[in-house]
Each structure stands twice: as structure tokens, then as C-alpha cells.
């Protein structure tokens, strides 16, 4: 069952460059997430995997790029469901607005389970993208 999450949108007091170089490295990702459910971080400049909670392994592997505009992740072969990951960015004046859009294929029953909390996790990130650019 296709289901399709998005974060809030944030702005950052940053240049598109600046955010864009930042999230292309993926030893960065660590800083968006909440160090307390989080485990067993690994990560090298174009892929990245931890454990939420003592659970999942959540393996993220970056799959194309759009310079300024896009980094498009997907799930490695150990996620427990098939998804894709879009960080989007907008030019607003000097300053960056960046929303990240889950598309995953997660059927009915562990749909119910992981919808708020991805969606809390998305905008956790979204706002950390923002603090860490202030």
C-alpha cells in the first residue's frame, strides 16, 4: 500500500548551497535525528544506517541528486519496507525552503504503527535542518 508522508516546511536562514552540501553528505544525517532513539549509527558520505529505537535498521542510501534542489535517498536492501526519501529545496530570497517527502510501500497493518511516528521523525529533521543553519 503506497503511502506518502511530508514533513512540514521549513525555511533556513542559510543559502541553498550551504544546506544542499550539507545534506549531501551523509555523515551529517546523524545531527537531524533524535539522539535518544536512536542506535547503531553508521554512516560514510553516500549512504547511512541506524536502528529507531531498538528496532528497525533503517538503511538509507543516497540514489541521485539534483545540484540545488533535490537529493533523492532509498531504502537498502535490510529496511523493513520499501521507501524513498526526498529532500527538496526552494531558493526564497537568501535564504532555503527545504521539506522532505517518505514514499514508502508499508501495508494496512504496519501502516497504523509507523505513520506519526515517521511523521514526527520528518519534521524532527525538518526543524533540525533549520536550527543547525541559524
Known sequence: MATK?????????????????FLLDFNNIEQLLPKDKISEWKSDFDQCSFKVQNAALIPLIKSSV????????????????KFTLDINFTKVN??????????GEINAFLKMMVVKPLTNLFDYMANRIQQLHK
Open 5 to 21: 508522508i511530508e514533513s512540514q516546511k521549513v525555511t533556513v536562514n542559510a543559502s541553498i548551497e550551504t544546506v544542499y552540501a
Open 94 to 103: 537568501e535564504q532555503t525552503e527545504t521539506v522532505l517527502e517518505f514514499n
Open 66 to 81: 539534483k545540484e540545488g534542489e533535490n537529493i533523492h535517498i532509498i531504502s537498502g536492501d535490510k529496511a523493513p519496507f
